[in-house]
Structure formats: structure tokens, C-alpha cells
T-cell receptor, first 114, second 114 residues
């Protein structure tokens, strides 16, 4: 069985500060890991994905995440927050078969303080 | 850029009524999915569909639910007799099924059952 746990349903950071959104996963098979972002009234957009190549994954909008097998973590970071980063962020896991379902975490709402 | 589209954006229905949620996946994609998100909860997998049949379905996807690809472009989710607890945001997704099988999500349909 697979699952993800996101620590913190709400995170607030000041504009220009480091963004750190935490995600831990559980998987009985080597996983694929994802971060999705959802802006208000929009669908889910893929930020980045880990697919067993490089452990440090770079995504869009300056975000990156590091896969740490020993810690079963896949935390999302961005060095300097921007007001436009305010959104809901979902960590997700899937198996490696081409039609495997995605299992989502509960999401973390990121607030950017001016 | 190709995208997944969903209609309607918001559907209000009375309990016990049938609803059909519509999705147009990306044109060359082969795998199709429905997910839902009850307000304040995580995004949950409902069903995956490939080659005109269901690949996998969750416990949520009971006999009240059905999916269909009636033509070469649409992918529909039908709820035969809606319940109050079916109120949620329903997301359609599609993937090409190659490599990582990245799923592209539509903007969602908000279903409200009164």
C-alpha cells in the first residue's frame, strides 16, 4: 500500500523567505513521487516529479524537491517565496506501472506574507 | 498547449438525480482517470480506464458510478442516484502512458447535491 503524509495543512512564509513544505511517503515498492500545485479555481498542475533518476529534482517556478530514501521524505523547497506562490500544494505517490493511480496527500496551503 | 477540459464547472442537483460529468482528455492520450476531492479532504482516486474498459476502481466507485468513452474525444462519469455525500470536486485526468505516465488534470467540476 502507498500513502503520503504532508506535515502542516497551512504554512505561512514572508515574501523572499525560504519555502519548505514537508512530505513523507510510505510505499512497499519503489515509488514515483510528485508535487502538484492548485491555484484558486484551477486544476492540479504538476510542479515536479521523481522517477528514480536524480534524487534532487528541479521543477517549474523555481521549486525543487529531494528524494531521501533513508528518511522516506520528499520535501518541497524554494529559496525565495513570491506572492504568486500562494496556492495549495499536494504531495503524491504512485507505482511505476504506466496506468498506476496517484495517491495524494491532504495538501498544504501556502500563504505568502508581504 | 493541449489541456484536459471538463464541463460543467459547477453542477447542482437534487439528491436521487442522475448526473453526468464530462471530460475531454488530451487527444493522443490513452489512459483516463477520475478523482474526487470532498471539501477539506484529500484528492481520492475513483477509477482508471484504458482500452475501453476499467483498469482499476476504488472502494468509492460502487454500482452508482459508471464511466464511458462514448466517442473518440469524451470521457464521462455518471452517478446514477446522487447522495448528499457525493458533493465534491471531481477531477478528470489523462496520460499518454509512456515513460512516467504523467497525468494531466482538468480544472474540475464542483458537484453540489442538495
Amino acid at each position: 500500500a502507498q500513502s503520503v503524509t504532508q506535515l502542516g495543512s497551512h504554512v505561512s512564509v514572508s515574501e523572499g523567505a525560504l519555502v519548505l513544505l514537508r512530505c513523507n511517503y510510505s510505499s512497499s515498492v519503489p515509488p514515483y513521487l510528485f508535487w502538484y500545485v492548485q491555484y484558486p479555481n484551477q486544476g492540479l498542475q504538476l510542479l515536479l516529479k521523481y522517477t528514480s533518476a536524480a534524487t534532487l529534482v528541479k521543477g517549474i517556478n523555481g521549486f525543487e524537491a529531494e528524494f531521501k530514501k533513508s528518511e522516506t521524505s520528499f520535501h518541497l523547497t524554494k529559496p525565495s517565496a513570491h506572492m504568486s506562490d500562494a496556492a495549495e500544494y499536494f504531495c503524491a505517490v504512485s507505482g511505476t506501472n504506466r496506468d498506476d493511480k496517484i495517491i495524494f496527500g491532504k495538501g498544504t496551503r501556502l500563504h505568502i506574507l508581504p | 498547449e493541449p489541456e484536459v477540459t471538463q464541463t460543467p464547472s459547477h453542477q447542482v442537483t437534487q439528491m436521487g438525480q442522475e448526473v453526468i460529468l464530462r471530460c475531454v482528455p488530451i487527444s493522443n492520450h490513452l489512459y483516463f482517470y477520475w478523482y474526487r476531492q470532498i471539501l477539506g479532504q484529500k484528492v481520492e482516486f475513483l477509477v482508471s480506464f484504458y482500452n475501453n474498459e476499467i483498469s482499476e476502481k476504488s472502494e468509492i466507485f460502487d454500482d452508482q458510478f459508471s464511466v464511458e468513452r462514448p466517442d473518440g474525444s469524451n470521457f464521462t462519469l455518471k452517478i446514477r442516484s446522487t447522495k448528499l455525500e457525493d458533493s465534491a470536486m471531481y477531477f478528470c485526468a489523462s496520460s499518454a502512458g509512456q515513460g512516467i505516465g504523467e497525468q494531466f488534470f482538468g480544472p474540475g467540476t464542483r458537484l453540489t447535491v442538495l
